[in-house]
């Protein structure tokens, strides 16, 4: 892949500007979109996987720093087996058995996560290249995405054609809307996976952001990290983030469930309906803060247990494990196997909709216990 250094950069429009980032192993071009909103506020956007491959967030000073994990070497977003800042779809997190009926008819997935398919398969949304338009004429810089996946690719049913509008706000809040439609009934569950670490430093664990999450219950996990049905009070468990706490204070509990998933990598069912407050996360010693809200039911916490220093970090040390944090939104994993989960069929002649935003700000005394 080419060196980034070398690009030769094209303005487009006062608000966003497009860079040569690569091209993959079968000579596709990718594209880097720079999204600036009035504050200074950057967000950089590729057009594999949709992959935000950084975001600029203020400190309490006014600096503004890289808060999502990536590669240094451009190359590895080909790979990205860590689905960096990538949206995934068809369908996020767990499908158990990699199997599901719909309409009568038994779909066999790809069985790319022991005996469960993940993320949509090997081969899902996170991994191809998108068609990406500068929208004229809006209020804030806005990118337009879409995908169109074929009837039987990664073995889901019906042709479905995916858009994703990535904004960026003048509040410093990047909102994301997707909207998805098939011509044979399917299922569709899909996500945003970045990683975050608001110290701008990713050599520094995560375990010292304060998390809020607005959540009753969760639902524990099998064996396999699959969604064992059950809905659990969070109420004198670990798994209470009601008042904010560290994502260290409980982590390293001999829990039998986080034990199992090696910290946390749970759903959280957001309390309430609609367009709401799901989370909010807060760095005291910069002063950063990322508010999480979101139209879908769930919210994946999921605390960065299966990094393992493979990779080079943006900060010259390696992305180990628990250096950066994903707050996934999203319906229930597995639903397609459990009747009372949330649907997640999409039919012919619906809509698939679903919003969710990521607004970042800076305070300096919040959540001084
Ligand atoms: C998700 C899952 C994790 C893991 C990561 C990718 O967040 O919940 O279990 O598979 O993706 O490494």
Redo the contacts with the bound molecule.
């Keep these: 892949m080419e060196n980034r250094e070398i690009n030769i950069t094209e303005s487009t429009s006062d608000t966003i500007e497009v860079s040569n980032f690569g091209i993959t192993k079968d000579g596709q071009t990718i594209n880097c979109y720079t999204l600036k909103n009035k504050n200074g506020m950057c967000v950089e956007i590729i057009n594999l996987g949709g992959i935000i491959t950084s975001l600029l967030a203020p400190d309490k000073n006014g600096n503004w720093e890289d808060v999502v994990l990536g590669y240094v070497n451009p190359e590895d977003y080909l790979e990205n087996?860590?689905?960096y800042g990538a949206i995934?779809g068809r369908y996020?997190?767990?499908i158990a058995g990699g199997k599901f009926t719909i309409d009568g008819k038994d779909y066999f997935l790809d069985k790319n996560?022991k005996t469960n398919a993940?993320?949509g398969g090997g081969e899902g949304f996170s991994h191809k290249i998108w068609d990406v338009e500068i929208l004229q004429n809006t209020e804030f810089p806005t990118l337009r995405l879409s995908y169109f996946s074929k009837d039987g690719e990664q073995n889901f049913p019906g042709n479905l054609t995916t858009t994703v509008f990535y904004t960026l706000k003048d509040d410093n809040s990047l909102e994301i809307s997707y909207e998805a439609q098939t011509d044979k009934s399917t299922f569709i569950n899909l996500t945003q996976?970045s990683y975050f670490n608001l110290s701008g430093n990713f050599s520094e664990p995560i375990i010292d952001h304060k998390l809020q999450i607005h959540a009753d219950k969760f639902l524990p996990i099998n064996s396999s990290?699959v969604p064992t049905g059950e809905r659990r009070p969070v109420h004198n468990t670990f798994f209470d983030f009601n008042k904010p706490k560290t994502i260290g204070e409980d982590i390293f509990n001999d829990d039998e469930q986080l034990l199992t998933?090696s910290g946390y990598?749970h759903t959280w069912i957001i309390e309430g309906l609609g367009f709401r407050k799901a989370a909010s996360v807060y760095h005291e010693k910069s002063g950063r803060l990322m508010e999480v809200w979101t139209t879908e039911p769930g919210l994946?916490f999921?605390s960065g247990?299966?990094?393992d220093g493979k990779f080079m970090n943006k900060s010259g040390g390696k992305n180990e494990k628990r250096t950066g944090f994903?707050l996934?939104t999203q319906h229930f994993?597995n639903s397609p196997n459990q009747d009372d989960f949330p649907s997640t069929v999409l039919k012919p002649g619906e809509k698939y909709t679903s919003k969710t935003i990521y607004k970042f700000s800076a305070n300096k005394n919040l959540w001084k216990l």
């Design positions: 087996e860590y689905y995934v996020v997190n767990r996560d993940l993320h996976h990290l998933a990598d994946q999921y247990n299966f990094l994903c996934e994993p």
